[in-house]
């Protein structure tokens, strides 16, 4: 597979977490700079909400209550900022302010979804911002004929999923979960268990993707003493790749029938919809386990489902 197009020309990689730094980034549309007019901007929030969970944490700024902790320093700077949740449909909230809205900002966890449709709508619209990485619920094509900028936080979370990642792998490996449910309900079946939890060392892991998150999750598997491949449209740098002892595979197709546990690094575009369809999982190693922390569309959920109630998925 290559993927020369990945690129979207408005698709910007922001390396910062604060919105100043993103609103002075870049433009290069037809529409109005964002940063050149000093103009009072709209800025739609759509987040998930915390409810109480909000109150926990007061560095819980990924919900709707800690609204990205932007809100005072948006103010302060005469900016309107609304925060949402609700965001499906012609009556949602986000719907309404659509219209005028300069700034859209969402997450892949509650992603709100700008359709050509809404783009359409969006006259005042200047900066789609993902608080987050993977810009997939944008039509990128559409935003792109706008003149849109799609600006992400590259880099903002690599590390928690690298380290998720490795512990999914490590729960599937280990089969951690049936232990953890029969202890939870006071029973003790060792051989429930047993049967089928093996260790990691000598196993063969193969990352679908090495770009920021895949490198890492490479370099955590390092010490396990496992043999590391990765798939990927562009090589890692050859002393890293050294470093890793991780070895490049040409061929997706070649490299999974090798793979004892194959970890999805790649964002979902149109290369990658439904790449682990029921064919392609059909040449994975019987008893592979499948670990996917990038976007659930890049997998046919049905194809995973019969592959894990035959046994070719062991996990995932
Ligand atoms: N579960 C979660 O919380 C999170 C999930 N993600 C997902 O993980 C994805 C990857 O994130 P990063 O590693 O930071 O991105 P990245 O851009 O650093 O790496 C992506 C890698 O995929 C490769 N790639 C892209 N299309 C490909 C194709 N068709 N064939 C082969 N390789 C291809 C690229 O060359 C690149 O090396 C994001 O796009 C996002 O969807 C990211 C952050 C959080």
Redesign the pocket.
Same mark, same amino acid.
């Given at each position: 597979?290559?993927?020369p197009t *990945?690129a979207q020309p408005h698709l910007v990689e922001v390396h910062t977490t604060t919105l100043e730094t993103v609103v002075t980034t870049h433009n290069h549309n037809h529409r109005p700079s964002i940063n050149a007019s000093g103009e009072k901007k709209k800025i739609v929030g759509v987040f998930y909400k915390g409810n109480e969970y909000a109150k926990l944490n007061p560095n819980f700024v990924g919900c709707v209550e800690g609204a990205l902790g932007i809100r005072e320093w948006l103010e302060s700077q005469g900016h309107q900022y609304i925060v949402t949740d609700d965001k499906e449909g012609p009556d949602s909230e986000l719907e309404k302010h659509i219209p005028d809205a300069h700034v859209i900002i969402s997450t892949?966890?509650h992603p709100a979804y700008v359709t050509a449709e809404r783009i359409k709508k969006a006259q005042k619209l200047e900066l789609l911002l993902t608080a987050? !990485?993977?810009s997939?619920h944008v039509d990128l094509k559409a935003a792109a004929a706008a003149g849109l900028t799609v600006a992400e936080v590259?880099?903002s =979370?690599?590390v928690?999923?690298a380290e998720?990642e490795l512990m999914r792998i490590l729960i599937l490996m280990r089969n951690f979960l049936p232990g953890y449910h029969q202890a939870v309900k006071g029973e003790w079946n060792v051989a429930g268990i047993a049967h089928r939890a093996y260790d990691l060392e000598g196993k063969t892991v193969g990352t679908?993707? $090495?770009? /920021? !998150?895949?490198k890492l999750l490479l370099q955590r598997l390092k010490p396990f003493n496992c043999n590391l491949l990765y798939?990927? /449209? *562009?090589r890692i740098d050859p002393e890293l790749e050294k470093e890793i002892g991780a070895k490049f595979e040409e061929d997706l197709d070649a490299m999974l029938p090798k793979c004892d546990v194959i970890v999805i =690094?790649?964002? *979902?575009?149109e290369?990658?919809r439904g790449l682990f369809d029921k064919n392609r999982i059909a040449k994975c190693k019987k008893g592979v386990l499948i670990v996917n =922390? $990038? /976007?659930g569309a890049i997998a046919d959920t049905q194809a995973i489902a019969d592959a894990c109630s035959s046994g070719h998925v062991a996990g995932n």
């Open positions: 597979m290559s993927d *990945l892949p966890f987050g !990485i993977g997939d590259t880099g =979370n690599v928690s999923v998720d679908v993707g $090495a770009g /920021r !998150i895949g798939f990927d /449209r *562009l =690094n790649t964002p *979902l575009t290369q990658t =922390n $990038a /976007r």
